[in-house]
Nanobody
Framework: LMCSCGVWGSLVQPGGSLRLSCAASGFTFDDYGIGWFRQAPGKEREGVSWLSSGDGDTFYTDSVKGRFTISSDNAKKTVYLQMNSPKPEDTAVYYC??????????????????WGDGTLVTVSS
């Protein structure tokens, strides 16, 4: 997986917006659930958002509901995370991850088959 938002490290102001993208390769995109995790400084990595490949259901951790939106372009084999109204507490390294559909528990990092390299997002004025 490739995780990018143009460059390593993005600075966004609180209340602004940013879109992360993750281009997949090396596996059949349509067969995998895909999503985003993040690791804030001094904290454990946590699940942020997930997109199931079968039914297209989306899932969000409570702290980002209503602000972040996950989507995909299957033709481009790319998943996006639209971050609206980010807060300083959203500052973290964001990783995309993929798991074979039907073969994972939501947010279980041990079930992920593929990980992106991560990209740093800093929310600050």
């Amino acid at each position: 997986l490739m995780c990018s938002c143009g460059v390593w490290g993005s600075l966004v102001q609180p209340g602004g917006s940013l879109r992360l993208s993750c281009a997949a390769s090396g596996f059949t995109f349509d067969d995998y659930g895909i999503g985003w995790f993040r690791q804030a400084p001094g904290k454990e990595r946590e699940g942020v958002s997930w997109l199931s490949s079968g039914d297209g259901d989306t899932f969000y951790t409570d702290s980002v509901k209503g602000r972040f939106t996950i989507s995909s372009d299957n033709a481009k084999k790319t998943v996006y995370l639209q971050m609206n109204s980010p807060k300083p507490e959203d500052t973290a390294v964001y990783y995309c991850a993929a798991a074979l559909e039907g073969d994972y528990d939501l947010w279980d990092q041990g079930d992920m088959d593929y990980w992106g390299d991560g990209t740093l997002v800093t929310v600050s004025s």
